[in-house]
């Protein structure tokens, strides 16, 4: 009895009414996106707010089952778990649903159920089983492709589904990673391979004119630039490294460049291949429509049009809960799932909005915090990886919904229509908050 009421005064609380705040304001405002007199009460179990009611009282259900279950059972069990979770990405392959174009559902009459949002959890847990073992270090290269394996299997799996949104909050990962010690280089690379991606999509039908009528490509420009760039960088390196001088010191600095012109022409001409093969039509379209390539205001963009007309109109204090037109009117598509932040901004305003994005903010701060105060390694890692797919799934929907990312059908966490992604980012979240619990102790 002792031992029950000491782990209740351990858990934190205040996460946990944080958690219950999210999940209740997005109840209220999946009602407001689908509200129709004809259907006016909010308990109605025929309409999608009704069901969602259902999905949060099982996700309480689930988060009192997680707090109630030994924490050594995730510590010991993280590696099967994973194993598990990996199966079953296999099995909705072979048996699952297509719903939406996404081959990852599986579907139990009028239940369906997508593993992806539970192989977070599981994946969370294999990396930080995994980094929290004796004499392991994330410096070491046999470490650091692990850690890509690991993520890159469920990934790998999910592309085949054919959701390339759930795939890639998986390269959330990385700040994981870089908390426990990976260069910080690694995110630069990531972040400059993202610059240069997009600017060789608008590089990739210009050309440009030079003196005496010579005319280029503006692929070829790039090429040059980049190799130029990234010669400056390393012959410096080769000079302070290499104790040669003269004809030798000229060949090394000549391989650099050469070396950098080829890894230049790869990478961009690779992109290409990307985009056409690779990307389907429809997300060839949205990265189009987004860096205004090509534009099509009703077809492709005509989600994130309306999305922005939406939370524009709002206003500073909105035009008042159930009141929006552009909501009453179904002007924009899934309004209640990947679209949900629109109703916010229409109904509460600039205001509103700045009240729910500072919600998530403190609520990823006190997680953070919450990492950081844990003897566990384990504990602490799994705690950035909770931080991590939240904070990616919150900035790529809010994104997404102002025209700043491009559409790629992930929900905003605790908010959006859906059991699936409610129950896996409650299990996500539980698991930490139960680690949490005995932060005292230092178990791996």
Same mark, same amino acid.
């Given at each position: 009895?002792?031992?029950?009421?000491?782990?209740?005064?351990?858990?934190?609380?205040?996460?946990?009414?944080?958690?219950?705040?999210?999940?209740?304001?997005?109840?209220?405002?999946?009602?407001?996106?689908?509200?129709?007199?004809?259907?006016?009460?909010?308990?109605?179990?025929?309409?999608?707010? !009704?069901?969602? @009611?259902?999905?949060?009282?099982? =996700? *309480? +259900? $689930?988060? /009192?089952?997680? #707090?109630?279950?030994?924490?050594? &059972?995730?510590?010991?069990?993280?590696?099967?778990?994973?194993?598990?979770?990996?199966?079953?990405?296999?099995?909705?392959?072979?048996?699952?649903?297509?719903?939406?174009?996404?081959?990852?559902?599986?579907?139990?009459?009028?239940?369906?159920?997508?593993?992806?949002?539970?192989?977070?959890?599981?994946?969370?847990?294999?990396?930080?089983?995994?980094?929290?073992?004796?004499?392991?270090?994330?410096?070491?290269?046999?470490?650091?492709?692990?850690?890509?394996?690991?993520?890159?299997?469920?990934?790998?799996?999910?592309?085949?589904?054919?959701?390339?949104?759930?795939?890639?909050?998986?390269?959330?990962?990385?700040?994981?990673?870089?908390?426990?010690?990976?260069? !910080?280089?690694? @995110?630069?690379?990531?972040?400059? =391979? *993202? +610059? $240069?991606? /997009?600017?060789? #999509?608008?590089?990739?039908?210009? &050309?440009?004119?030079?003196?005496?009528?010579?005319?280029?490509?503006?692929?070829?420009?790039?090429?040059?630039?980049?190799?130029?760039?990234?010669?400056?960088?390393?012959?410096?390196?080769?000079?302070?490294?290499?104790?040669?001088?003269?004809?030798?010191?000229?060949?090394?600095?000549?391989?650099?460049?050469?070396?950098?012109?080829?890894?230049?022409?790869?990478?961009?001409?690779?992109?290409?291949?990307?985009?056409?093969?690779?990307?389907?039509?429809?997300?060839?379209?949205?990265?189009?429509?987004?860096?205004?390539?090509?534009?099509?205001?009703?077809?492709?963009?005509?989600?994130?049009?309306?999305?922005?007309?939406?939370?524009?109109?709002?206003?500073?204090? !909105?035009?008042?809960?159930?009141?929006?037109?552009?909501?009453?009117?179904?002007?924009?598509?899934?309004?209640?799932?990947?679209?949900? &932040?629109?109703?916010?901004?229409?109904?509460?305003?600039?205001?509103?909005?700045?009240?729910?994005?500072?919600?998530?903010?403190?609520?990823?701060?006190?997680?953070?915090?919450?990492?950081?105060?844990?003897?566990?390694?384990?504990?602490?890692?799994?705690?950035?990886?909770?931080?991590?797919?939240?904070?990616?799934?919150?900035?790529?929907?809010?994104?997404?919904?102002?025209?700043?990312?491009?559409?790629?059908?992930?929900?905003?966490?605790?908010?959006?229509?859906?059991?699936?992604?409610?129950?896996?980012?409650?299990?996500?979240?539980?698991?930490?908050?139960?680690?949490?619990?005995?932060?005292?102790?230092?178990?791996?």
């Amino acid at each position: 009895m002792r031992r029950g009421i000491a782990l209740i005064d351990s858990i934190d609380w205040s996460v946990i009414a944080m958690y219950l705040i999210l999940v209740f304001m997005g109840w209220a405002n999946i009602y407001a996106a689908i509200y129709n007199e004809e259907h006016g009460n909010i308990f109605d179990l025929t309409q999608s707010y !009704g069901k969602q @009611l259902i999905w949060i009282l099982t =996700a *309480i +259900i $689930l988060a /009192i089952a997680v #707090l109630a279950t030994d924490r050594q &059972f995730f510590v010991a069990f993280g590696f099967p778990i994973y194993i598990l979770m990996m199966l079953i990405l296999v099995a909705v392959l072979i048996f699952g649903k297509e719903i939406g174009g996404s081959k990852s559902w599986f579907a139990f009459g009028a239940f369906s159920f997508q593993p992806a949002e539970f192989a977070k959890f599981a994946t969370c847990m294999a990396i930080a089983k995994y980094l929290s073992l004796l004499n392991i270090k994330i410096s070491d290269l046999k470490t650091k492709l692990v850690c890509v394996a690991l993520i890159a299997l469920p990934m790998g799996l999910i592309l085949l589904q054919g959701d390339a949104g759930s795939a890639l909050v998986y390269l959330s990962f990385i700040f994981l990673m870089y908390r426990e010690g990976l260069s !910080g280089n690694f @995110l630069l690379a990531g972040f400059f =391979a *993202i +610059i $240069l991606f /997009i600017v060789t #999509l608008i590089l990739q039908d210009t &050309f440009i004119n030079l003196p005496f009528g010579m005319v280029v490509s503006g692929k070829s420009v790039l090429v040059s630039v980049l190799a130029l760039i990234g010669s400056l960088i390393l012959i410096p390196f080769v000079k302070n490294r290499s104790n040669r001088g003269g004809a030798a010191l000229l060949r090394d600095v000549s391989v650099v460049i050469v070396i950098t012109l080829l890894m230049s022409i790869t990478f961009i001409y690779s992109v290409d291949y990307v985009f056409d093969e690779v990307l389907s039509e429809h997300q060839r379209s949205r990265i189009n429509e987004l860096l205004a390539i090509k534009t099509d205001p009703k077809g492709t963009g005509y989600n994130v049009n309306q999305s922005k007309i939406a939370i524009g109109s709002g206003g500073m204090f !909105g035009k008042g809960y159930l009141q929006g037109t552009q909501t009453k009117f179904d002007f924009v598509p899934e309004q209640s799932t990947d679209f949900i &932040f629109c109703t916010v901004g229409e109904e509460w305003g600039f205001l509103g909005s700045f009240v729910v994005i500072s919600l998530f903010i403190v609520f990823l701060i006190k997680i953070i915090v919450m990492a950081e105060r844990q003897r566990s390694a384990f504990s602490r890692i799994f705690g950035y990886g909770v931080a991590s797919i939240i904070f990616f799934h919150l900035a790529v929907n809010i994104g997404m919904t102002i025209g700043l990312a491009p559409v790629i059908g992930i929900p905003l966490p605790f908010f959006s229509y859906g059991g699936s992604s409610l129950w896996g980012f409650t299990i996500l979240l539980f698991v930490f908050i139960k680690l949490d619990a005995y932060r005292l102790d230092s178990f791996r």
